[in-house]
Nanobody, 124 residues
Framework: VQLQASGGGLAQPGGSLRLSCAAS????????IGWFRRAPGKEREEISC???????NYADSVKGRFTISRDGAKDTVYPQMNNLKPEDTAVYYC???????????????????WGQGTQVTVSS
């Protein structure tokens, strides 16, 4: 059972990136998914999560700029990150766990499965 986070890279302020979270060994469509990030010297922060049924939750720091969605055909979860800011620079992790269909899991401790992280750097 593995999660793979990808799509990180370098973006300019105001730019966009789309991260991806895919799984091997289980079907992501049956899991609640969360995205977290850790910036240097800071605590891990929940940024967005999505329930099995598609309910979503966003941290105030990314609300209105990030959108999380599922692609059922590819069994992948994408956070689309727009209007990026230097303070978005961090390692981004996806996490997965089973939950009731409509539940969004907003706390890191609720997740059992974690990807390896992908670096996002926002700089001019």
């Amino acid at each position: 059972v593995q999660l793979q986070a990808s799509g990180g890279g370098l973006a300019q302020p105001g730019g966009s990136l789309r991260l991806s979270c895919a799984a091997s060994g289980f079907a992501l469509r049956y899991y609640a998914i969360g995205w977290f990030r850790r910036a240097p010297g800071k605590e891990r922060e929940e940024i967005s999560c999505i329930s099995e049924s598609g309910n979503t939750n966003y941290a105030d720091s990314v609300k209105g700029r990030f959108t999380i969605s599922r692609d059922g055909a590819k069994d992948t979860v994408y956070p689309q990150m727009n209007n990026l800011k230097p303070e978005d620079t961090a390692v981004y992790y996806c996490a997965a766990d089973r939950a009731y269909t409509d539940y969004v899991l907003t706390v890191a401790d609720e997740y059992d499965y974690w990807g390896q992280g992908t670096q996002v750097t926002v700089s001019s």
